[in-house]
């Protein structure tokens, strides 16, 4: 099985419909996608009608935290969508993503650069804007020749010169809130040093400690020592040691399937889960 537990649509920051990134997991050679989306569920009905026979999508969601001033990001599979608790959580951090963006773009204007929020409205589309976005009106402008240029501090990396703060999860708080909404929580790239700081080691153990099921080690922002450390930190801990792509379609270099969770694991989160259940395709044939 081939089974990849990261990605995302445009229900967030992706370029891929919800649909389209189903079928482009099938033809790819995927048994099993995760669609996680930052802080919503809004692409899972379009997943779900559009996952074609043979391959299986397990709902989630990357939720935005902070811990000691260093963000980080946690992936939860398969809870509830519905739960109330954890619903409000993620309706908060939404809301705060447009004002967030807009203050992105008043400081870029001051620092001389012409974006404007229509150009950024635009390329987020229906998603939930977010920094990618802004990232990306930049390099429409030709201001940097990447996406991942943006992410610096000379522009929109934390404490940057366009940097603006968000709300955030504490991320104790999100994972018992998950938990408590039947979900599994997983640690997303916990040591991704080119995106800027990251959290301390201890606090993976005092994660684990309040619930964390597991962290994701292969990843493309992990070199091999990097991945080695992760899994011996895994080991250590008796956490679950995932491998996903972090899929963003055209926004991102990563391919689906790029790094892949071994079977057993896959198996693990699923039996974990009480708030939901993988979804079997039945959505029609994918170009494999």
């Known amino acids: 099985m081939r089974i990849d537990l990261h990605a995302h649509s445009t229900a967030s920051d992706g370029t891929d419909t919800p649909a389209e990134l189903v079928r482009a997991a099938a033809a790819a050679g995927l048994d099993v996608v995760a669609l996680t989306d930052h802080d919503t569920v809004a692409g ?4 779900i009608a559009a996952t074609p026979a043979g391959l299986t999508l397990v709902t989630g969601a990357e939720l935005s935290c902070r811990v000691g001033g260093v963000p980080m990001h946690l992936l939860a599979y398969l809870f509830d969508p519905q739960e109330p608790e954890l619903s409000r959580e993620r309706e908060l951090v939404r809301d705060d993503r447009v004002p967030r963006a807009r203050t992105m773009v008043a400081k870029l204007q001051a620092l001389g ?5 229509e150009q950024v409205a635009r390329i987020a589309g229906d998603g939930s804007v977010g920094r990618p976005h802004v990232a990306s009106a930049l390099v429409e402008l030709g201001v940097v020749a990447t996406v991942s240029d943006a992410f610096t501090p ?37 040591l991704a ?20 099921d597991g962290i994701e080690v292969d990843h493309m922002d992990h070199d091999a020592p990097t991945r080695d450390r992760l899994r011996g930190i895994a080991a250590d801990l008796g956490l679950l040691a995932t491998g996903s792509s972090d899929y963003h379609g055209s926004r991102k270099t990563c391919r689906l399937g790029e ?30």
């Not at 899972?44 to 997943?47: G, P, S, V």
């Not at 080119?194 to 606090?203: D, N, S, W």
């Not at 790094?259 to 494999?288: H, N, Q």
């Open 154 to 190: 000379e522009w929109l990396a934390d404490g940057g010169r366009a940097y603006a703060p968000k709300h955030e999860l504490d991320p104790f708080e999100a994972v018992r809130l998950v938990k408590a909404a039947g979900g599994v929580t997983v640690f997303a790239h916990p």
């Open 113 to 117: 650069v012409p974006v404007t929020w």
């Open 259 to 288: 790094y892949t969770t071994d079977p057993e694991i896959y198996g693990e989160i699923t039996r974990r889960a009480t708030g939901a259940f993988p979804v079997p395709g039945a959505g029609g044939p994918a170009d494999r």
């Open 44 to 47: 899972y009905a379009e997943a």
């Open 193 to 212: 040093v080119k995106r800027g700081a990251v959290v301390p080691e201890r606090v993976i153990a005092e994660l684990a400690a309040a619930g964390l």
